[in-house]
């Protein structure tokens, strides 16, 4: 597949828990911008060249016709969070100078006006002094859509507020089964299960389950895929957990053998919601490369079977 070639920074910009700006959220070291706290970040922005390349694009030098329209803006709070994820390290503390930090991405935002705000943690639902700034934020600029990557198990009264905050919502998921989903996520499968359910019945907010593909949890993978194919999703994603290729030997039998089972489910389940998936007309379902590569969904099998723009592989 072609790469299509762009100054990535004049589309997206993605903002780290300490402040440093990339492209995009992959967060290569060679693509580093600057600093929200350097005095000349908007010029770094702004006339930086950069060279790095992701699934979908491939960066190219600034030309002189070349104007920012930032489509995304990509900002990663705290790492605050409530769950307990075996696959992460745990890092629980609060944003430094977290004050003059949320004042220096207004001004990001007031200089770049993005069509979209996309937030994460940690957990920001249950980050009182951040959910506060993005709600003044909402009601300062209506007219940007803001989706927040969450866990969703939290209260009520959360919900009720998040509602109407956010226009899209995107739900990590690290297992399929109550007692899978709690002895990885150290969380309550249900609570989850009953708040995406409110949202979908209640709301017109875009609701996206997303699946982290890691040795615990594989075998439910497909549970979670016809589920999520069954609730209206606006876009479904199987992703990875970094971890799958470092912890394991992926060219061993017993993966070997392990993927090829799950991949027989998940063609059943493709060829079952075939005419479903088809007639969404858009790229509906994303596949992680290592995830595609295993199960053998790759770009012939997407083509042979009429998926061509509707399954991505993205990373």
């Avoid at 150290?186 to 019945?201: A, C, H, I, P, S």
Wanted: charged share 30%.
């Amino acid at each position: 597949m072609s790469k299509s070639e762009r100054v990535c920074q004049f589309y997206k910009l993605s903002i780290r828990k300490d402040g440093d700006v990339f492209p995009c959220c992959l967060g290569l070291p060679s693509s580093r911008l600057g600093n929200i706290f350097d005095e000349d970040i908007f010029n770094k922005i702004e006339t930086a060249n950069i060279d790095c390349e992701c699934s979908l694009y491939k960066t190219r030098p600034i030309l002189s016709e070349d104007k920012m329209d930032l489509k995304r803006l990509h900002i990663m709070f705290s790492h605050e969070c409530q769950a307990r994820c075996i696959c992460c390290k745990q890092q629980k503390e609060k944003m430094p100078r977290e004050k003059e930090h949320l004042e220096k991405i207004l001004e990001i935002i007031k200089r770049y006006n993005p069509r979209y705000i996309t937030v994460l943690g940690g957990e920001v639902l249950i980050q009182a002094k951040t959910l506060d700034w993005i709600e003044n934020i909402k009601q300062e600029y209506p007219d940007i859509i803001f989706d927040i990557v969450t866990n969703l198990c939290v209260n009520e009264k959360t919900i009720k507020r998040a509602e109407k905050i956010f226009d899209e919502i995107t739900v990590s998921i690290l297992g399929f089964t109550p007692y899978t989903y709690s002895k990885i996520m150290g969380l309550d499968f249900n609570v989850t299960m009953r708040n995406y359910e409110y949202l979908l019945k209640n709301t017109n907010i875009k609701m996206r389950p997303k699946y982290l593909l890691m040795p615990a949890n594989i075998y439910e993978a497909p549970l979670f895929f016809e589920w999520a194919l069954n609730h209206k999703s606006e876009k479904i994603y199987l992703h990875n957990i970094r971890e799958f290729e470092q912890c394991c030997n992926l060219k061993d039998e017993y993966w070997v053998k392990t993927f090829e089972q799950v991949e027989y489910e998940m063609k059943k389940l493709l060829e079952k919601y075939k005419e479903h998936i088809i007639s969404q007309n858009r790229h509906f379902i994303s596949f992680h490369p290592i995830n595609a590569k295993m199960l053998k969904i790759d770009d012939d099998y997407i083509k042979a079977n009429g998926f061509k723009d509707i399954i991505k592989i993205t990373s």
